[in-house]
C-alpha cells in the first residue's frame, strides 16, 4: 500500500519562509506532485519531481529525496493569496494512481 | 480555453434517488478520474479511465458506477445515493498517465444526500 503523511496546519507571517514536508511509504515510485487548492475550489498543479534535487519555479521550490522518502515545498515571500492547502501526490505507476496526501492547510496573516 | 467542466456544481437529493455527475474535457486527454474530498481524508479515487471503454476502480468505489463511451466525457452515476456519499466531488484528466503528466481538475460538485 501507500502512506502520505504532511502536517495538518501551518501558519506564517506575510514575507516569511515556510516549508512543507511530505513523507511516503510506496512501491513503484514514479514521481510526487504538489497541488495548491484554495478554499471550496480545485487543485491546481505547483511542482513534479522525480529525481533527487531541488527543483525551483519562481516563489516556489520543491524538494525531493527518495531515499529517504521525503519531500518538501519551500514558499518564499509569503503572501495573503498563498493561504490554501497543499497537496503532496505519490504516482505509483504500477498500480495506476495518483495517492494524495491528506493536505497542509497553510494559514499566512499579516 | 482547456478545461474539465463538471455538472451540477451543488446538488442536493435524497436517499436512493438516482443521479449522474457529468464531466467533460476539451484536452483530447486520455486519462480520466473522479476524486472525492472529505474533510481529514483527503482527495480518494474513485474510478479512473485509461482511455475510451477502459475503466477501473480506484480506492474508494462502492456505490459508484461510470462509463467511458467517449474520450472526452466521464460521467459519475450514483444509483442508489446514501448519506454517507455526501462529500465534494472532482473530476480531472490529463493526457496519460504516468511521468509528468499533470492532473487537471474540474471545478468540484458538491453533492449533499438527505
Known amino acids: 500500500g501507500q502512506n502520505i503523511d504532511q502536517p495538518t496546519e501551518m501558519t506564517a507571517t506575510e514575507g516569511a519562509i515556510v516549508q512543507i514536508n511530505c513523507t511516503y511509504q510506496t512501491s513503484g515510485f514514479n514521481g510526487l506532485f504538489w497541488y495548491q487548492q484554495h478554499a471550496g475550489e480545485a487543485p491546481t498543479f505547483l511542482s513534479y519531481n522525480v529525481l533527487d534535487g531541488l527543483e525551483e519555479k519562481g516563489r516556489f521550490s520543491s524538494f525531493l529525496s527518495r531515499s529517504k522518502g521525503y519531500s518538501y515545498l519551500l514558499l518564499k515571500e509569503l503572501q495573503m493569496k498563498d493561504s490554501a492547502s497543499y497537496l503532496c501526490a505519490v504516482m505509483n505507476t504500477g498500480f495506476q494512481k495518483l495517492v494524495f496526501g491528506t493536505g497542509t492547510r497553510l494559514l499566512v496573516s499579516p | 480555453e482547456a478545461q474539465v467542466t463538471q455538472n451540477p456544481r451543488y446538488l442536493i437529493t435524497v436517499t436512493g434517488k438516482k443521479l449522474t455527475v457529468t464531466c467533460s474535457q476539451n484536452?483530447?486527454?486520455?486519462?480520466m478520474s473522479w476524486y472525492r474530498q472529505d474533510p481529514g481524508l483527503g482527495l480518494r479515487q474513485i474510478y479512473y479511465s485509461m482511455n475510451v471503454e477502459v475503466t477501473d476502480k480506484g480506492d474508494v468505489p462502492e456505490g459508484y458506477k461510470v462509463s467511458r463511451k467517449e474520450k472526452r466525457n466521464f460521467p459519475l452515476i450514483l444509483e442508489s445515493p446514501s448519506p454517507n456519499q455526501t462529500s465534494l466531488y472532482f473530476c480531472?484528466?490529463?493526457?496519460?498517465?504516468?511521468?509528468?503528466?499533470?492532473?487537471?481538475f474540474g471545478a468540484g460538485s458538491r453533492l449533499t444526500v438527505l
Open positions: 480531472a484528466s490529463s493526457s496519460g498517465f504516468g511521468g509528468a503528466n499533470v492532473l487537471t
Open positions: 484536452m483530447n486527454h486520455e486519462y
